[in-house]
């Protein structure tokens, strides 16, 4: 297997959602909120402080025992092991065995950027690009249903995860009948436009023969016309239009846990169907990822590997189009996070 080829140190710069708020919540045994969540290969400590949510390295400064196992104190974080305590920025805010001090100046635990935006905690390793928490369209517009999904991992690298979703060409063979038909094995190759931010946004329309094959329920077809953007790294909206005129809107976000697992995020909002229970929205989209997952897991190697060692035909224009732009990214994350920055805003109408 070849090296690499993208920087996976260039996501540090990024926002990525590590657990449901939820989890969070539930995570309380008696010592508080607080657990351990991982991001590129980093353990953290998510707790809840009085000053909100808090991501630190996981491991304690003193002898480096795990913090999720111990105490969520309000104002800080208190470890197992001897109980020193930690505040919302790393700083030592207490020491049992040595009450009376000094606090050692290098008593400083690592402590993130952290944030809790659509019922979901988000953190971001490195913050000196600037950049932001992705947008969610539809989340709080209150004519749109938004219901989470459960997350779930699996062994891929995050971008294979992205491609994956964004992948028409796989639905007769994957799915013939969640999504494909088997007469259709073609697919009309969009036009990508460039956004702020990174995004990264096409239409598929439906073949010509396939437009109206709605079912008489009235569900989303795949077939209806679908504005995707991937908002790069790692995230992707999928919104649907249906026959009808309403609309599905699928928004999922990949988080590496390291080079080689992903944990999805993942919400269905839909604007049509309101009165209808959620659960056969959920479990939809949950069969569609089971027939994905073996067929994603088997690709070797779990990387995106070098242009060379895969072959392409035009309609992976996405996929390749991806990964042009992730490889773009590594290179201005190369030169500085102000070229990082300045290259997720620039906007180009045909890439
Ligand atoms: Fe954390 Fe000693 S290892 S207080
Ligand atoms: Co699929």
Redesign the pocket.
């Known amino acids: 297997m070849g090296e690499s080829f993208l920087d996976n140190d260039t996501w540090r710069y990024f926002w990525h959602p590590v657990c449901t708020v939820k989890e969070l919540a539930d995570s309380d045994k008696g010592r508080g909120e607080l657990l351990c969540a991982r991001l590129l290969g980093t353990e953290l400590v998510i707790a809840r402080l009085d000053s909100g949510v808090v991501a630190m390295n996981n491991r ?6 795990k ?1 999720h196992l ?1 105490w969520n104190r309000g104002d800080s974080v208190q ?6 305590q930690w505040g919302a920025d790393g700083s030592c805010k207490g ?1 049992p065995a040595a009450p009376d001090g000094p606090i050692p100046p290098n008593a400083k635990a690592i402590s993130y950027d952290c944030a809790e935006r659509y019922g979901l905690v988000w953190v971001r390793l490195d913050g000196s690009a600037g950049t932001s928490i992705p947008e969610h369209p539809v989340f709080d517009d209150p004519t749109f249903r938004c219901v989470p999904g459960p997350s779930y991992d699996w062994k891929t690298h995050s971008a294979r995860r992205v491609e994956n979703y964004t992948d028409l060409a796989h639905f007769p063979f994957v799915h013939p009948e969640t999504l494909g038909s088997a007469g259709h094995v073609t697919f009309l190759t969009p036009q990508i436009a460039f956004r702020k931010e990174g995004r990264m946004r096409f239409r598929y329309a439906p073949p010509e023969g396939a437009r109206n094959a709605v079912d008489a329920s009235g569900n989303f077809s795949p077939l209806a016309f679908s504005d995707y953007t991937i908002r790069l790294p790692f995230g992707v909206t999928v919104d649907l239009t249906l026959q009808n005129g309403a609309r599905t809107v699928l928004w999922v976000w990949a988080t590496p846990l390291d080079d080689i697992h992903c944990r999805s995020f993942w919400f269905a909002c839909r604007n049509g169907d309101l009165d209808g229970p959620d659960q056969p929205h959920i479990d939809q989209q949950m069969r569609i990822l089971e027939e994905d997952v073996d067929i994603v897991e088997s690709q070797d190697p779990e990387q995106i590997p070098h242009p060379r060692d895969e072959i392409a035909v035009a309609p992976d224009k996405v996929s390749l189009t991806y990964r042009r732009l992730l490889y773009a990214l590594c290179k201005a994350k190369a030169q500085g996070p102000e070229a990082l920055k300045a290259f997720l805003d620039t906007e180009r109408d045909d890439i």
């Open positions: 304690c400064p003193h002898r480096s025992a913090l111990g470890c197992p092991y001897h109980g020193w020491i």
